[in-house]
């Protein structure tokens, strides 16, 4: 790892234009308002975080509709908070299900690791050595503030920085659909030279049932929480999700050296296991 990847905590990090602002002042409250309503902009990353670390640029678009993006201490920490409680426990439940897939392994990576949830599940499965890793310095931050006995580094999934074969496993949730093909190529490109022969990885991504399916059908499925994934769904800010789902996604795991050993699509997550030849 190179210095770039050395994380900062919390406090070494800048509070960014949306940090500043304090939402009981009328006007810094229309402001949020005007900004969450209106055309979608890029985050600004500080300079003195920009300095030191080099973003893929499509980490600078405002996902899920907030404020700069991944780039704030307070949405971040907010995002962090309230996303297993948005996607009413599936997420917790996937990872229970990613760690117990994973817990006879030796050495295991969690790229996109957010607030670093499923680092500290896979580490209590007893497993000898977890490394997790997020673009975003700011969520970076959280997770080590969280679990201070896992390390976390700044390093995207395309460029990881990590020895080849160094990884018995390798599991992404929901990072994929935020990565344009061009590197999102590169970062499976990358994930099959750090990964041993015969280990495996999980992917797991937004189903593209509460996309496509009608309100009806996906009351008939899965009740109302189909429903209330489609207008979740709706509300979201995805810029790069139409492409994810238009991929083969099997056909493409196999053209980077994977075959696929296990894939389930519900709602609202679809996932796949698979293995590298």
């Not at 075959?259 to 296991?273: A, G, K, N, T």
Request: hydrophobic share 40%; glycine share 6%.
């Amino acid at each position: 790892m190179n210095e770039q990847n050395l994380a900062p905590t919390l406090d070494e990090l800048p509070e960014t234009w949306v940090d500043e602002l304090k939402p009981n002042r009328p006007r810094d409250l229309l402001r949020l308002v005007r900004h969450i309503r209106g055309k979608r902009t890029r985050a600004v990353p500080p300079e003195s975080v920009a300095n030191n670390h080099t973003f893929p640029p499509y980490l600078l678009a405002e996902y899920h509709g907030l404020p700069n993006g991944y780039f704030s201490k307070h949405f971040t920490h907010g995002y962090i908070r309230t996303f297993d409680k948005v996607m009413l426990g599936s997420m917790t439940r996937l990872r229970q299900k990613i760690s117990v897939h994973f817990s006879n392994y030796e050495r295991v990576l969690d790229i996109g690791c957010g607030g670093g949830e499923q680092a500290a599940l896979l580490a209590d499965c007893g497993i000898p050595s977890v490394q997790a890793i997020d673009a975003s310095p700011y969520m970076v931050a959280h997770a080590m503030q969280r679990y201070p006995k896992i390390p976390f580094i700044v390093a995207n999934a395309e460029s990881t920085g990590y020895a080849d074969e160094e990884f018995d496993a390798i599991c992404l949730s929901f990072v994929f659909h935020e990565i344009p093909p061009k590197f999102a190529e590169q970062a499976l490109t990358e994930i099959n030279r750090i990964l041993k022969p015969g280990g495996e990885i999980i992917i797991a991504e937004p189903s593209s049932l509460q996309m496509t399916l009608s309100r009806r059908d996906l009351y008939r499925r899965f009740g109302w929480r189909g429903v209330y994934f489609k207008l979740l769904a709706g509300h979201m800010h995805e810029p790069f999700i139409g492409p994810w789902h238009a991929r083969d996604h099997v056909q493409w795991l196999a053209s980077h050296g994977f075959f696929v050993l296990e894939e389930d699509q519900s709602c609202p997550i679809h996932w796949w296991r698979a293995q590298k030849r």
